[in-house]
Each structure stands twice: as structure tokens, then as C-alpha cells.
């Protein structure tokens, strides 16, 4: 099991809950993605870290999105107050960025439905 | 990001090769061209990428047109487990994230 690992793998939560979503990168990854997948689309990019460096968020929908990675290694996305159009797959990503270049592993992801 | 083009959905017999193409029009000189799948109800993963030379690996083939503006992925045996949906992806030099756009959902028929 050397992969991204991601837990839960579904989530249901009822309107205005909070959430958080774990990520376990492989060993070793510097960088770390997370991305949001609504139904019958592709995923779109969230948040970007370089250990434990957020460099990018842009892709955060609203404030009620929040992603740490305090040690550099697992990560957490949080969603508070949750809200119906939460509701989409979401993935985790981690790379070597050694060269710089773009392959990522993704996990499975987690399933959020809200009620 | 830099847009790319790509089939809404192609059928390919097994046993067959899948070719899989994909428009970059606006893909700059240093810009590569990445190629991920998604199989139904997992992560996307890592097919292959390149620059301007054809690429091969264990799993497909790349062919980059002379211009650059476009590409085609080629799996040359495709099997039922290479249904998936296909993603093409041209990122900005630079950029860290990739952008998936819609993609070719590619079904594999027995």
C-alpha cells in the first residue's frame, strides 16, 4: 500500500456541518493537491502545498473551504457549514517535484454527499 | 491554462488500437503535453507526456504533431480495462496544477 491514501471514502453530511477529508501522501512527495470533482466533470484544482507551504489556493471556492498540511506530510481539507453544492468527489495528489514536472498520484478520493 | 480539444466520446473494439486525439493549438514552446485517465471510481492517473519527440512506455504511445498543435495518445492493444475517460492537458509553464477539462470518455467494445 504505497499509494495516496484518502479517508473517508464517503461522507454524508447534513446542511451547515463541518467536514474534514484526510490525505495521505506517498512517502516522500513534497508536493500535495487537492481537487474537487463534481458529478460527469473533470476535477478542478483547489489548493497546492510544497511541504507544509500552502502555495496556492486559488481554487478554494469560498472561505468555508480550509486546507492544512502542518507537518508536510498528511493533510486535512475542511469544510465548514456545509452546503448542497459541496456536494462533488474530492481527490488528493502528491508528486516528487524533483523536476519539476507534472506527475501526480491521485487517491481514490471521498465521496461528499449533503443533505 | 492553455485549452485543449478532445472528443467527447470514441468506441474502440478490443484487441484493437485506440487512437486518442487531442487539439493544443495555443501550446507554447516549453509547454509539454500531459496525458492522464480516469477509470470509473478512482483517481486519475499518470499515462504519459512530451514536448516535441514521440513518446513510448508500457502503457501508450504519444505522437506529437511537427507544429505542436496537436497530439494523439495511442494504446495499441486496447483491452476492457482501458475504458476510461481520457484527459488531455496543456499546463502554463510553471504551473503546478493541472486542469482536466471534460476529456474523451473512451469505451472499449468486446
Known amino acids: 500500500g504505497a499509494g495516496v491514501s484518502q479517508s473517508p471514502r464517503y461522507k454524508v453530511a447534513k446542511r451547515g456541518q463541518d467536514v474534514a477529508l484526510r490525505c495521505d501522501p506517498i512517502?516522500?512527495?513534497?508536493?500535495l493537491f487537492w481537487y474537487q470533482q463534481a458529478l460527469g466533470q473533470g476535477p478542478e484544482f483547489l489548493t497546492y502545498?510544497?511541504?507544509?507551504?500552502?502555495?496556492?489556493k486559488s481554487g478554494l471556492p469560498s472561505d468555508r473551504f480550509f486546507a492544512e498540511r502542518p507537518e508536510g506530510s498528511v493533510s486535512t481539507l475542511k469544510i465548514q457549514r456545509t452546503q448542497q453544492e459541496d456536494s462533488a468527489v474530492y481527490l488528493c495528489?502528491?508528486?516528487?517535484?524533483?523536476?519539476?514536472?507534472?506527475?501526480?498520484?491521485f487517491g481514490a478520493g471521498t465521496r461528499l454527499s449533503v443533505l | 491554462d492553455a485549452k485543449t480539444t478532445q472528443p467527447p466520446s470514441m468506441d474502440c473494439a478490443e484487441g484493437r488500437a485506440a487512437n486518442l486525439p487531442c487539439n493544443h493549438s495555443?501550446?507554447?514552446?516549453?509547454?509539454?503535453v500531459y496525458w492522464y485517465r480516469q477509470i470509473h471510481s478512482q483517481g486519475p492517473q499518470y499515462i504519459i507526456h512530451?514536448?516535441?519527440n514521440n513518446e513510448t512506455n508500457e502503457m501508450a504511445s504519444l505522437i506529437i504533431t511537427e507544429d505542436r498543435k496537436s497530439s494523439t495518445l495511442i494504446l495499441p492493444h486496447a483491452t476492457l480495462r482501458d475504458t476510461a475517460v481520457y484527459y488531455c492537458?496543456?499546463?502554463?509553464?510553471?504551473?503546478?496544477?493541472?486542469?482536466f477539462g471534460t476529456g474523451t470518455r473512451l469505451t472499449i467494445i468486446p
Open positions: 495555443t501550446i507554447s514552446g516549453n509547454e509539454y
Open positions: 512530451g514536448l516535441k
Open positions: 492537458i496543456d499546463p502554463l509553464f510553471g504551473n503546478e496544477k493541472l486542469t
Open positions: 512517502s516522500g512527495h513534497v508536493s
Open positions: 502545498f510544497q511541504n507544509e507551504a500552502q502555495l496556492d
Open positions: 495528489a502528491s508528486s516528487f517535484n524533483l523536476d519539476r514536472d507534472l506527475i501526480q498520484y
